[in-house]
């Protein structure tokens, strides 16, 4: 028997049944969502948390997964760096998630600058997550030069992976 609960912000699957129904759950996710029964059958019910989930979680508790760069820039602002603080407490509460960190450049530089400073961004946000505790393992960083521009904004982009 399947059964489906909304949540607010998330939806969580919830599997009831026989002992064939095991699903294992992180310690983490399964703090994050209170303890449930299947009341026909009395059966512990395992609550099932997908990456839009935690992303949108990450979302919400970070204030953003994008920081911004002033042109031909790798320096990292005040609120650029507040906003890393805030995904690094997020990102050392969920060490079963990790992360990719697109460096992006601006769509006038030439292409081998847009990926070479792109690169150089993505390491940067790295390096400063790391800092701030986040273990390295957890963290990639790659760059896209000019390939995705969003407007023409200089940015890193805090993408969770798995």
Known sequence: MRRMVIL????????????????????????????????QHQQPVVAIVGIDALRADFAAKSGSDT???INDSVTLSAPARATL?????WLRQHPEVIVRIEGHAMVNDT?????????????????YLVLLGVP??????????????????ARAVTVLVR
């Open 8 to 39: 607010p912000v998330i939806a969580i699957g919830l599997i009831a049944g026989g002992a064939s129904a095991q699903v294992r759950v992180p310690t983490v996710i399964q703090r994050m969502i209170p303890a449930t029964r299947d009341r």
């Open 67 to 69: 920081v911004y760069f």
């Open 111 to 127: 292409r081998d600058h847009a990926l070479a400073l792109g690169a150089r961004r993505a390491e940067e946000v790295r390096g």
């Open 136 to 153: 390295a393992a957890q963290l990639t960083a790659i760059s896209l030069g000019k390939e995705r521009p969003v407007g023409l904004n």
């Open 85 to 89: 603080a805030a995904q690094a407490m």
